[in-house]
């Protein structure tokens, strides 16, 4: 359906809600305000009804009566049996995804693995759109290191996408790593990654691309795409629950190539021989660190269910349309209101969140929030001046869509963002 065929009315949504052939899935998830239209799950999912039937099981049953015996139960396993499912999500094979730590850790662990594989070469490519956490951990390595290596940063000309040629000019001999969000926390352009990493194979650089705006919600073919490597967080369309761990993804045949910097205890080859010397695994395991976070990783798991049953291009051909009708929406009620489109317009290069842009972005996002009377409406704010309106297919309809775009017009019009403060307080 293209946008020419779309209507800007309530019963067409509805219509287009009848139609969805993911619509049951909304009811695996805790949804205890319907007032309330959700479009952050780009930043936290909701949480699965079956997650909270799983995490009472492990207290009560598994530490509660198991205790020390669970580890033989099944604990131990969780980073490899969790890493498995992810793996089905990004086109990965099932030993080459790991769940473990946070983003950021093992982002640092396979960056700094990654530079010590190209010892002749210093420098990192990334780009202005990177998670700056991201570009943080890099600097940092880059100062922890202190052999001359550099950051390099492509530019936007626009902000909100990259031209492929300031790409391909910024990977050449002296690259050693080429380390990229798939999809931009703010503007959600896409990157096409197969041919960022023919690129950089062909000038003889590594890629690591973080995928905490994709995985759950756009497809992902990391092994017929050439990947290195990547990392990604669980807790966005993934639903795995605030702060939940989050996974990484080394292509097999490099595995035995590449020391993470970080020696723990169940990385090593045979950790419960409890050598004083350490020596890596040879697998995907040699990656681990400490000892898993039972809770947290058991919370995971119901939600990747559902995304293998539901379908990961089920789940993208939903999200595509409802990204499009979105943006139609915003051309038909908001382009005239001071707002722009802070994000891609094909859905070849967009990821699941919708940015738009408008100088008073943080107040308005307060009112959509806060303001009575009328539906509360969740997004987020990203400084400067974008409202990110994100879609998880699984439980976003598009009835939701059409009463935040309402709301948003009625905000608007009727300035009832003026009541609040203009600077930013608090988490955004």
């Known amino acids: 359906m293209t946008a020419m065929q779309f209507q800007p009315s309530a019963d067409f949504a509805r219509q287009l809600d009848e139609q969805d052939e993911l619509s049951a899935f909304r009811h695996r998830f805790v949804i205890d305000d319907p007032n309330l239209?959700?479009?952050?799950?780009?930043?936290l999912g909701r949480l699965p009804r079956r997650a909270a039937d799983r995490l009472a099981?492990?207290?009560?049953?598994?530490?509660?009566?198991?205790?020390?015996?669970?580890?033989?139960?099944?604990?131990m396993d969780l980073p490899s049996r969790l890493g498995a499912k992810i793996a089905a999500l990004v086109g990965a094979r099932p030993d080459e995804v790991l769940v473990?730590?946070?983003?950021?850790?093992?982002?640092?662990?396979?960056?700094?693995?990654?530079?010590?594989?190209?010892?002749?070469?210093?420098?990192?490519?990334?780009?202005?759109?990177?998670?700056?956490?991201?570009?943080?951990?890099?600097?940092?390595?880059?100062?922890?290191?202190?052999?001359?290596?550099?950051?390099?940063?492509?530019?936007?000309?626009d902000g909100v996408s990259i031209e492929p040629a300031d790409i391909r000019a910024a990977i050449d001999e002296e690259t050693?790593?080429?380390?990229?969000?798939?999809?931009?926390?703010?503007?959600?352009?896409?990157?096409?990654?197969?041919?960022?990493?023919?690129?950089?194979?062909?000038?003889?650089?590594?890629?690591?691309?973080?995928?905490?705006?994709?995985?759950?919600?756009?497809?992902?073919?990391?092994?017929?795409?050439?990947?290195?490597?990547?990392?990604?967080?669980?807790?966005?369309?993934?639903?795995?629950g605030?702060?939940?761990?989050?996974?990484?993804?080394?292509?097999r045949d490099l595995q035995a190539d590449l020391r993470q910097p970080i020696w723990g205890w169940l990385g090593a080859d045979r950790p419960f021989d409890f050598s004083l010397t350490y020596t890596p695994g040879d697998s995907i395991h040699r990656f681990r660190v400490g000892t898993p976070p039972v809770l947290?990783?058991?919370?995971?798991?119901?939600?990747?269910?559902?995304?293998?049953?539901?379908?990961?291009?089920?789940?993208?051909?939903?999200?595509?349309?409802?990204?499009?009708?979105?943006?139609?929406?915003?051309?038909?009620?908001?382009?005239?209101?001071?707002?722009?489109l802070g994000s891609?317009?094909?859905?070849?290069?967009?990821?699941?969140?919708?940015?738009?842009?408008?100088?008073?972005a943080y107040r308005i996002t307060q009112a959509m929030i806060q303001a009575a009377p009328g539906p509360q409406v969740v997004p987020d704010f990203r400084t400067p001046d974008n409202i990110r309106l994100g879609i998880a297919p699984l439980y976003t309809t598009y009835t939701d869509i059409y009463r935040a775009i309402n709301r948003i017009e009625t905000i608007v019009t009727e300035r009832l963002y003026e009541a609040y403060p203009a600077i930013p307080q608090g988490v955004t």
């Open 37 to 43: 239209i959700y479009l952050d799950g780009n930043s």
């Open 344 to 360: 891609p317009r094909s859905p070849a290069c967009r990821g699941s969140h919708v940015s738009l842009r408008h100088p008073d």
């Open 57 to 75: 099981q492990a207290v009560h049953q598994e530490w509660g009566r198991r205790l020390i015996r669970g580890w033989n139960d099944g604990w």
């Open 242 to 251: 605030p702060g939940a761990p989050a996974f990484l993804y080394v292509r």
């Open 100 to 157: 473990a730590d946070s983003t950021s850790v093992n982002l640092f662990k396979l960056a700094v693995a990654a530079l010590r594989a190209r010892p002749n070469r210093r420098k990192i490519v990334s780009d202005v759109f990177n998670f700056p956490s991201d570009l943080y951990i890099f600097q940092g390595i880059i100062d922890l290191l202190n052999q001359g290596h550099r950051l390099e940063l492509i530019p936007s000309s």
């Open 296 to 340: 947290s990783m058991v919370a995971i798991e119901a939600g990747l269910e559902i995304l293998l049953e539901a379908g990961i291009d089920r789940v993208w051909a939903k999200s595509a349309r409802q990204t499009e009708y979105l943006i139609y929406l915003f051309d038909q009620r908001l382009a005239g209101l001071g707002f722009s």
């Open 176 to 240: 050693a790593l080429v380390s990229l969000t798939h999809v931009a926390f703010k503007s959600a352009f896409r990157y096409d990654m197969a041919q960022v990493n023919a690129w950089a194979r062909q000038a003889g650089a590594l890629t690591l691309w973080d995928l905490s705006h994709s995985v759950g919600a756009v497809p992902l073919r990391l092994n017929e795409w050439g990947a290195d490597m990547a990392v990604g967080c669980t807790y966005k369309y993934l639903n795995g």
